[in-house]
């Protein structure tokens, strides 16, 4: 019987209703908070390479290695930027228009591709670190360990984001379906 009661008063509410200018407004750059967190890791993580291409050159005994992999270093750190210009600029354009379910699936089938884009950066991002740094060193059996140990530890990283992509797909999936299901 209570539950009744409840099914009735949820059933009665009515939702609130937004006008264009407040929809609009909501998918706005400013006020969107996915667009907030990308702009934010990717001012961090601009910072933060910035620094790293400033001082890899003296600090880390940059001037001492060949062209070859002073460029190798520099793509691999221009790699990420890149990729985080374009998520943004993908989240950006995102807009509803007239047909929900065509635009979802696009979004959808940008970000699995964004996914690989994303691995595949990070990819070329630890593979131009592991060479800079491991240039011409002579490795002793606990360096070969230590090489292995983050190895692994980039592998894991590797494999939770790709998680965490796959969940972001598969939660936008899920919508579209729901979608689908309550429009057909």
Not at 48 to 64: E, P, Q, W
Not at 161 to 182: C, D, G, P, T, Y
């Amino acid at each position: 019987m209570e539950t009744d009661n409840l099914k009735s008063v949820w059933q009665g509410i009515a939702p609130a209703q937004k006008s264009k200018e407040d929809l609009n407004k909501m998918c706005k750059e400013h006020s969107n908070p996915v667009l907030k967190s990308i702009k934010k890791q990717m001012i961090i993580e601009l910072l933060g390479f910035t620094a790293f291409l400033f001082c890899y050159y003296s600090m880390f005994d940059g001037a001492d290695k060949p062209l070859f992999v002073n460029i190798i270093i520099t793509i691999a750190i221009l790699a990420p930027i890149l990729h985080h210009v374009k998520s943004y600029k993908l989240q950006k354009l995102f807009k509803g228009g007239t047909n929900l379910k065509d635009n979802l699936t696009d979004f959808v089938s940008n970000l699995k591709v964004l996914r690989v884009e994303n691995l595949i950066t990070r990819i070329i991002f630890i593979s131009g670190m592991m060479l800079f740094f491991t240039y011409n060193i002579n490795f002793s059996e606990s360096n070969w360990w230590a090489l292995v140990a983050i190895l692994i530890v980039f592998s894991a990283q590797l494999f939770i984001l790709h998680k965490v992509w796959s969940v972001r797909i598969n939660k936008l999936k899920l919508v579209l379906q729901e979608f689908s299901a309550s429009v057909d």
